[in-house]
Nanobody, 120 residues
Framework: QVQLVESGGGLVQAGGSLRLSCVAS????????MGWYRQAPGKQRELVAH???????NYADSVKGRFTISRDNAKNTLYLQMNSLKPEDTAVYYC??????????????WGRGTQVTVSS
């Protein structure tokens, strides 16, 4: 069993910053790519940022230059540093990871999400 748990969401005013964390735990052999997605009310889920096991990153155009994705492989932890937040960043943010488990198999796992609300 693998679990992803996000933390760090909350209410922040426009222009502020938040740092999201996602900790993966369980019978993990290795973690390949990881990413942050978000879903605003009435909107489709979108990719925010993605990072490979080697640290190569890419970002949605809407967050490029403001958000930074990183990971600590020793701690099985994913981060999203969000700066210069805008009201349109308001969404539930989900952590996702492609994980190779100790019991053989590779699967995409998802956290339950953390709410980010940016006031204007």
């Amino acid at each position: 069993q693998v679990q992803l748990v996000e933390s760090g969401g909350g209410l922040v005013q426009a222009g502020g910053s938040l740092r999201l964390s996602c900790v993966a735990s369980g019978s993990i052999f290795s973690i390949n790519a990881m990413g942050w997605y978000r879903q605003a009310p009435g909107k489709q889920r979108e990719l925010v940022a993605h990072i490979t096991s080697g640290g190569r990153t890419n970002y949605a155009d809407s967050v490029k230059g403001r958000f930074t994705i990183s990971r600590d492989n020793a701690k099985n932890t994913l981060y999203l540093q969000m700066n210069s937040l805008k009201p349109e960043d308001t969404a539930v943010y989900y952590c996702s990871a492609k994980i190779v488990t100790v019991l053989p198999g590779t699967k995409d796992y998802w956290g339950r999400g953390t709410q980010v609300t940016v006031s204007s």
